[in-house]
């Protein structure tokens, strides 16, 4: 049934698209478009990429993109800097499109304006010089992760500080050890040295009130003392209440940890809230999610993610490839990423579709963490980013692992950031 309405509504989109002029429907292509590697992605990336290939008689391929944001652009841009065709719909980070723009196509003359149904800030975060680089597919920001049973077992409330935190989960990683589960955790997050560290380190220091490592003026701003606490604070956690392994993880790692029920908190993305919650999983039904904890005299912050559809300026075709970022970023197949895969919609109308709401309760009730997120300080400086965000990580990765304090940290990344402004962002 699904399939059908599925693939008439296909049928009525390439349709469509063909009597405005902007299909490449009527030559079949072979395009590849670039998913995430896990298995929610391949389902919901390459399943609705291969069904739409079907229905317009283009063949689709699959480039599995490593988990790792990090280790996807490091990729991405070998394949650019060689020109090469081989990806024609590149799935984009939001801190790239400054760092990918020469690469990308500018979509506007494949729209049809659709992108104005779009939360407004994503695409002006996608367009650069007028060009819109890149369709926004789904949006990210950081959430906690509860078990809300073992909350009722020790009488604990969510809690909204740090500090709340770490006392709830050393309370109840006491506790689960001693009851004979001597592998749990109280808290994990990803704390490996790559991009998602500098998501995690981002929201501690913004929630201290400590900024945003460069001012949306291009100014650096790492070097408080409110950053530096938000560093110690979290380096604290480490063999306290998060395994030293944390230093290791990454989003997946951190929810293998939880999802089988060794941790009583998780930092994550939303989509863990569909794969905690499917059939097979144990923990199923004993979840929550709340904002994640603020620090002292700071303010609740969520880092904002998500990704974007691209295509490459080097496909060979470039309308087929644009045919499938605008199909893939639609309303109908964001409604059943969402509703199955628990990807945040890019358009503020599926925030009122109580299919999804129903499936993923979080959306409406945690809406201003998503609509507050903090962004990472990409757009200003652009080409430079990966630089920035690398020093980031480094120094967050010292601090927590004992190597550095918070304070030297900081001022050491102030210096490096210096250096890497030193002809201007
Ligand atoms: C998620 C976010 C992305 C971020 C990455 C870091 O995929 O959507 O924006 O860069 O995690 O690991």
């Known amino acids: 049934m699904q399939t059908t309405s599925f693939s008439i509504a296909a049928r009525l989109t390439a349709a469509l698209a063909t009597a405005i002029g902007i299909a490449g429907a009527a030559q079949a292509a072979t395009l590849t478009i670039s998913c995430g590697s896990n298995a929610a992605d391949l389902k919901f990336c390459a399943g609705f990429a291969e069904r739409w290939g079907k229905a317009n ?110 006392a709830a989960a050393k309370q109840i990683q006491d506790g689960e050890r001693a009851a004979g589960s001597p592998d749990f955790h109280g808290y994990v997050f990803q704390g490996k040295a790559y991009e998602g560290l500098s998501c995690n380190a981002l929201e501690w220091i913004a929630s201290f009130g400590g900024g945003r490592i460069v001012d949306e003026s291009g100014r650096i ?16 956690w480490l063999g306290s209440i998060s395994p030293p392994g944390v230093l290791n993880h990454a989003e997946e790692d951190a929810r293998g940890i939880w999802q089988t029920g060794n941790a009583a908190f998780m930092r994550n993305w939303p989509y863990a809230w569909s794969l905690a919650q499917a059939d097979d999983s144990p923990i199923k039904g004993r979840i929550g999610v709340a904002p994640l904890p603020v620090g002292e005299g700071g303010r609740p912050a969520a880092t904002l993610g998500g990704w974007q559809l691209a295509v490459s300026r080097y496909s060979q075709h470039i309308e087929a490839a ?64 990966p630089q920035v965000s690398q020093a980031f990580w480094d120094a967050s990765h010292d601090v927590l692992s004992g190597k550095r304090s918070g304070a030297e940290a900081v001022k050491r990344l102030e210096g490096k950031l210096r250096r890497i402004k030193r002809r201007g962002w």
Request: proline share 6%; charged share 20%; no cysteine.
């Open 57 to 166: 008689g283009h063949e689709v391929r699959i480039w599995s993109a490593p988990a790792s944001s990090t280790d996807n652009l490091a990729l991405l841009r070998q394949q650019f800097a060689a020109r090469s065709s081989d990806i024609d719909v590149v799935m984009i980070d939001i801190v790239w499109p400054g760092v990918l723009k020469d690469h990308l196509v500018d979509l506007k003359p494949y729209s049809g304006g659709a992108e104005a149904r779009h939360f407004p800030a994503i695409v002006a975060n996608n367009t650069i010089g007028g060009k819109l680089l890149g369709m926004p597919w789904f949006v990210d920001a950081g959430l906690l992760y509860y078990r809300k049973d073992l909350l009722d077992k020790y009488r604990l409330a969510v809690p909204k500080t740090w500090n709340a935190l770490a």
């Open 322 to 385: 644009a045919a499938l970022a605008m199909h893939m970023t639609s309303a109908e197949v964001q409604k059943q990423r969402a509703v199955e895969g628990s990807y945040n919609p890019t358009l503020p109308a599926l925030y009122q579709d109580a299919d999804i709401l129903a499936a993923n309760p979080f959306m409406a009730e945690l809406l201003p963490v998503f609509t507050d997120a903090v962004a990472r300080p990409a757009t200003v400086t652009g080409l430079k980013y």
């Open 221 to 236: 701003t790492i070097n408080n003392p409110r950053a530096a606490k938000a560093l110690d604070t979290a380096a604290g």
